[in-house]
Nanobody
Framework: VQLQASGGGLVQAGGSLRLSCATS????????MGWFRQAPGKEREFVGA????????YYEDSVKGRFTISRDNAKNTVSLQMNGLKPEDTAVYYC??????????????????WGQGTQVTVSS
């Protein structure tokens, strides 16, 4: 399975960005999809995830109410809508695919496939 993330960029605090992740090479609806981010000098951290059908979503506490994950199984894409961006949201954002379910959603080690990352920079 190949994942290609896009949509990153430079935005001012309070602004919005929408990240997209296009997948190929597998049955997209078989995968639990997650978004992670990694800032310089920090470990990769969980941002959010979405279940196979899109019926359930999960978010890290600091992004709840600001970020929204969605997926389109017909188009094999998953998106991360980010509103109210803060400087502390600055990081490289990665999409990832997992065969496991929600119990493992927040741990990077349970994801099988990763996109290349897209840089998000939020200026103050």
């Amino acid at each position: 399975v190949q994942l290609q993330a896009s949509g990153g960029g430079l935005v001012q605090a309070g602004g919005s960005l929408r990240l997209s992740c296009a997948t190929s090479g597998g049955t997209f609806s078989n995968y639990f999809m997650g978004w992670f981010r990694q800032a310089p000098g920090k470990e990769r951290e969980f941002v959010g995830a979405i279940s196979w059908s899109g019926g359930s979503t999960y978010y890290e506490d600091s992004v709840k109410g600001r970020f929204t994950i969605s997926r389109d199984n017909a188009k094999n894409t998953v998106s991360l809508q980010m509103n109210g961006l803060k400087p502390e949201d600055t990081a490289v954002y990665y999409c990832a695919a997992s065969r496991y379910g929600s119990n493992y959603a927040a741990s990077p080690k349970f994801y099988h496939y990763w996109g290349q990352g897209t840089q998000v920079t939020v200026s103050s």
